[in-house]
């Protein structure tokens, strides 16, 4: 990507693990996601932790993209583990879904196959969930980056080459 593709684009990262929360784990898929968007050219807005659960992610997500136009990527909580409902409480603030990132993201391991990650729009914001460990959350967003600046333009109403 050219910095002028991403020129002023902006990015907000959601670590969703009980874990973080606790004290007990480090937010490694946060550290990697951040630094993967800043050296693509994103300013990143915002970045937090909440614990999983529907709720926490639909609460976070709901203030995040509140007026926001840009890029909200959450890690964390798409598996199939009992508390993995990052999905859910995705789904709860989506207007609009937006399958082909999350499909898209799927296919760079076998393990992404086991995914119950979501993607799609609140407003001018792009949200997309992701993985939880450094590796698969920086691979499945690698797998999408390309198209996001396109995306976020079409949001916003700009002007697009197409």
Do not use: W
């Not at 910095?3 to 959601?14: F, I, M, N, R, S």
């Amino acid at each position: 990507m050219t910095d002028q593709e991403t020129a002023g684009l902006a990015a907000k990262v959601l670590t969703v693990s009980d874990g973080v929360i606790a004290g007990t784990r480090q937010d490694g898929s946060g550290d990697a996601l951040v630094e993967m968007l800043t050296g693509e050219g994103y300013e990143i807005a915002d970045r937090r932790a909440v614990e999983d659960g529907v709720e926490s992610v639909r609460d976070a997500l709901l203030d995040m993209s509140e007026g926001f136009a840009g890029l909200i990527v959450t890690t964390g909580g798409t598996g199939f583990g009992p508390r993995d409902l990052t999905p859910e409480g995705t789904a709860a603030v989506l207007e609009r879904r937006a399958d082909g990132l999350a499909e898209a993201s799927r296919l760079v391991s076998p393990f992404g196959r086991l995914s119950r990650a979501i993607a799609g729009t609140r407003g001018t914001a792009l949200i997309v969930n992701l993985p939880g460990s450094p590796k698969g959350s920086v691979e499945c967003l690698g797998a999408v980056l390309d198209v996001i600046p396109h995306a976020l333009r079409l949001l916003a109403d700009e002007p697009t080459e197409h």
